[in-house]
């Protein structure tokens, strides 16, 4: 029982420091560029945007503007922005699998 009660107190203190360390997280503008009207009107699906990890980095490019959330695998915001077109990276800080939601497309990216 005390085994149980010392490992629930553990998770959830490895929680509250997660959910500290990744309100830091700041989306940084790789490139950018023009949004043209055509992608303006098509709006956004998943053959128009690219989400991957690389190097410690979650990396989108976006054909225009959106709002991006991360998420923990647990469901916990990691981060909330609207980026520019072009290419924007996130620093994340913990190995694991996020998962990526920009618009109506939803991907798993693991680190």
Do not use: C
């Amino acid at each position: 029982m005390k085994k149980l009660i010392t490992s629930a107190i553990l998770v959830l203190a490895s929680i509250s420091f997660a959910s500290q360390a990744v309100a830091q997280m700041q989306w940084r503008e790789v490139s950018s560029e023009m949004q043209s009207s055509s992608n303006a009107e098509s709006g956004i699906n998943s053959e128009s945007i690219e989400i991957y990890g690389k190097d410690g980095h979650i990396v989108v490019k976006l054909p225009q503007k959106a709002q991006v959330k991360v998420f923990t695998i647990l469901g916990q915001l990691v981060s909330q922005a609207e980026l520019n077109a072009g290419t924007s990276i996130l620093k994340i800080n913990s190995r694991g699998i996020y998962i990526v939601k920009v618009g109506n497309v939803t991907q798993k990216v693991a680190m």
